[in-house]
T-cell receptor, first 116, second 114 residues
Framework: GAVVSQHPSWVICKSGTSVKIECRSL??????MFWYRQFPKQSLMLMAT?????????EQGVEKDKFLINHASLTLSTLTVTSAHPEDSSFYIC????????????FGQGTRLTVV | AQTVTQSQPEMSVQEAETVTLSCTYD???????LFWYKQPPSRQMILVIR????KQQNATENRFSVNFQKAAKSFSLKISDSQLGDAAMYFC???????????WGAGTKLIIKP
């Protein structure tokens, strides 16, 4: 089956710094990637949808300048949390799919971000 | 707007028994997909089962089956012969036919008692 790899699995950063999370499709070309945020014991909240080569579409209430998403290639999308603060601490999950195929998006294993 | 509701925050079942998780949804679309995802402690989201709304037959995957009631907008998951490895959060999700964005329920924590 298709594999989506997220890196890192967990990261601790200091308040005020930026951190980048990578989402790679290992054996397929991902035309669309989704970024989610999941708070403890809660469901997934869609942050943004990115299509390769174009700007990401952010959901209402998500700060695009805070959460920078880049989808420059068909196998890689990145989420950069800029000037991180403790309230940005969360679990971030990406998923990826291939346009034209009637298959569901495949999920990465998630990244736990802790801002101290 | 579409919504997905899971009214059971937590369910528990004895190992080897059967358990049913509930899910209701709201949509004005006639063609859509419904899903059950499993999120174990590792937090990797795993697709358990998928149902296409235009198919009347309920989807099954080994010990997992659904009861899809389109008119009632109900989509429950039945797990037979529960195993310890089934312990996880289970999320019900919906998407339109042509929109791959998922609408998620709040989740149900399933506890398996040995």
């Amino acid at each position: 089956g298709a594999v989506v790899s997220q890196h890192p699995s967990w990261v601790i950063c200091k308040s005020g710094t930026s951190v980048k999370i990578e989402c790679r499709s290992l054996d397929f070309q991902a035309t669309t990637m989704f970024w989610y945020r999941q708070f403890p014991k809660q469901s997934l909240m869609l942050m943004a949808t990115s299509n390769e080569g174009s700007k990401a579409t952010y959901e209402q209430g998500v700060e695009k300048d805070k959460f920078l998403i880049n989808h420059a290639s068909l196998t890689l999308s990145t989420l950069t949390v800029t000037s991180a603060h403790p309230e940005d601490s969360s679990f971030y999950i990406c998923s990826a799919r291939v346009a034209g195929l009637n298959t569901e998006a495949f999920f990465g294993q998630g990244t736990r971000l802790t801002v101290v | 707007a579409q919504t997905v509701t899971q009214s059971q925050p937590e369910m528990s079942v004895q190992e080897a028994e059967t358990v049913t998780l509930s899910c209701t949804y709201d949509t004005s679309e006639s063609d859509y997909y419904l899903f059950w995802y499993k999120q174990p402690p590792s937090r990797q989201m795993i697709l358990v089962i998928r149902q296409e709304a235009y198919k009347q037959q309920n989807a099954t995957e080994n010990r997992f089956s659904v009861n899809f009631q389109k008119a009632a907008k109900s989509f429950s998951l039945k797990i037979s012969d529960s195993q310890l490895g089934d312990a996880a959060m289970y999320f019900c999700a919906y998407r339109d036919h042509s929109n791959y964005q998922l609408i998620w329920g709040a989740g149900t924590k399933l506890i398996i008692k040995p």
